[in-house]
T-cell receptor, first 113, second 113 residues
Framework: DAKTTQPPSMDCAEGRAANLPCNHS???????VYWYRQIHSQGPQYIIH?????ETNEMASLIITEDRKSSTLILPHATLRDTAVYYC??????????????WGLGTSLAVNP | DTGVSQDPRHKITKRGQNVTFRCDPI?????LYWYRQTLGQGPEFLTY????????KSRLLSDRFSAERPKGSFSTLEIQRTEQGDSAMYLC???????????FGPGTRLTVL
């Protein structure tokens, strides 16, 4: 199983960019990197995903290294509402080609005023 | 709101009782997932449906747990003879066929006394 490693916690000042790193050195060629976040007591919220190219949407940017062994989620202008646990996940294919997401512990991001 | 819905949002029960949770996925999403999440941990995969077929079950899903999706639309998760260790947030997610992106409901928080 491809696994991810994230720092347990990070701080960021409101209005500044938040850069959340993730290592996924055992990722396979056809496995995507997904980012979700979970605000306290709510269901996880999809943010962004990518295979090997950098991606951007209205919420964030995803930078994937050329060897695909690590990635960084960038929240360009963090707000207090971005305080949440951020999960970096690699989509996993089992022997039956069924897909599921294997979740780690995530990074708890605190955005401070 | 056309997102994933779950009912009830909270359930308190006594040890030994049976409980049933319902999940309504996003319309036309053929895939449906159940996860369990305990405090401080990421979601743990329980089971996965493709339409009405249950294609994968985690070893976490003991004999006391059963999930169904009889018409390929909504799904139910039943826990028989609940134990205190079953206390957790139960999350449901759905996704369309052409992507691994899963969209989560708000979860059902179960407390077993």
């Amino acid at each position: 199983d491809a696994k991810t490693t994230q720092p347990p916690s990070m701080d960021c000042a409101e209005g500044r960019a938040a850069n959340l790193p993730c290592n996924h050195s055992t990722i396979s060629g056809n496995e995507y990197v997904y980012w979700y976040r979970q605000i306290h007591s709510q269901g996880p919220q999809y943010i962004i995903h990518g295979l090997k190219n950098n991606e951007t949407n209205e919420m964030a940017s995803l930078i994937i290294t050329e060897d695909r062994k690590s990635s960084t989620l960038i929240l360009p202008h963090a707000t207090l509402r971005d305080t949440a646990v951020y999960y970096c996940i690699v989509s996993h294919y089992n022997a039956g080609n069924n897909r599921k997401l294997i979740w780690g512990l995530g990074t708890s991001l605190a955005v401070n005023p | 709101d056309t997102g994933v819905s779950q009912d009830p949002r909270h359930k308190i029960t006594k040890r030994g009782q049976n409980v049933t949770f319902r999940c309504d996925p996003i319309s036309e999403h053929n895939r449906l997932y159940w996860y369990r999440q305990t405090l401080g941990q990421g979601p743990e995969f329980l089971t996965y449906f493709q339409n009405e077929a249950q294609l994968e079950k985690s070893r976490l899903l003991s004999d006391r747990f059963s999930a169904e999706r009889p018409k390929g639309s909504f799904s139910t998760l039943e826990i028989q003879r609940t134990e205190q260790g079953d206390s957790a947030m139960y999350l449901c997610a759905s996704s369309p066929d052409n992507t691994d992106t899963q969209y989560f409901g708000p979860g059902t928080r179960l407390t077993v006394l």
